[in-house]
Antibody, heavy 120, light 108 residues
Framework: QVTLKESGPVLVKPTETLTLTCTVS??????????VSWIRQPPGKALEWLAH???????SYSTSLKSRLTISKDTSKSQVVLTMTNMDPVDTATYYC????????????WGQGTMVTVSS | EIVMTQSPVTVSVSPGERVTLSCRAS??????LAWYQQKLGQAPRLLIY???TRAAGTPARFSGSGSGTEFTLTISSLQSEDFAVYYC??????????FGQGTTLEIK
């Protein structure tokens, strides 16, 4: 069974750096067809794609957030990590990781999401 | 960056009726288009990819059409479990993978 699970802090203060971890199971991050993205959703709002890491370690970022984001992976631990610097209350959202796998480049499996609140 | 625009923002439909949701891309994405369903408090779920192909487990009452810049998702006979928010997303030429703003399907 393929699963993804996000973990990280529930609450961060403004200006702090957020670090989120996506732990995957049921597939390998080194599989040539696989990649993992981070996507967020502010309360009551739409989905926003943030970053993607491919099996060959190539990375891609949202144009508007590129300066604040870093995505990386540890294949041996089956983990994908996202860091976002200089957090602001507008970054309050549910953060999802999702896999690009067997259905072209659509996100076929999603994690349950983790809610992050930015507040002092 | 390709912008995805969905319409309508909200639609109210009675169970058993047919509904069509629209998604427009700011430039051609060929058939590199996916549709997702999101119920309250849940993660999105992939329904359609390649503009027209149902993902595993997607009921046959869901169908996708279109190519280039104009796409539709049709639900032929609405069931109670179909009332949710629907998002389109392009994946043409790799990231950025932009989403539309969503269409809320409400019970009339």
């Amino acid at each position: 069974q393929v699963t993804l699970k996000e973990s990280g802090p529930v609450l961060v203060k403004p200006t702090e750096t957020l670090t989120l971890t996506c732990t995957v199971s049921g597939f390998s991050l080194s599989n040539a067809r696989m990649g993992v993205s981070w996507i967020r959703q502010p309360p009551g709002k739409a989905l926003e794609w943030l970053a993607h890491i491919f099996s060959n370690d190539e990375k891609s970022y949202s144009t508007s957030l590129k300066s604040r984001l870093t995505i990386s992976k540890d294949t041996s631990k089956s983990q994908v990590v996202l860091t976002m610097t200089n957090m602001d209350p507008v970054d309050t959202a549910t953060y999802y990781c999702a896999r690009i796998g067997v259905y072209a480049n659509a996100f076929d499996i999603w994690g349950q999401g983790t809610m992050v609140t930015v507040s002092s | 960056e390709i912008v995805m625009t969905q319409s309508p923002v909200t639609v109210s439909v009675s169970p058993g009726e047919r509904v069509t949701l629209s998604c427009r891309a700011s430039q051609s994405v060929s058939r590199s288009l996916a549709w997702y369903q999101q119920k309250l408090g849940q993660a999105p779920r992939l329904l359609i990819y390649g503009a027209t192909t149902r993902a595993a487990g997607t009921p046959a009452r869901f169908s996708g059409s279109g190519s280039g810049t104009e796409f539709t998702l049709t639900i032929s006979s609405l069931q109670s479990e179909d009332f949710a928010v629907y998002y389109c997303q392009h994946y043409s030429n790799g990231p950025p993978y932009t989403f539309g703003q969503g269409t809320t399907l409400e019970i009339k």
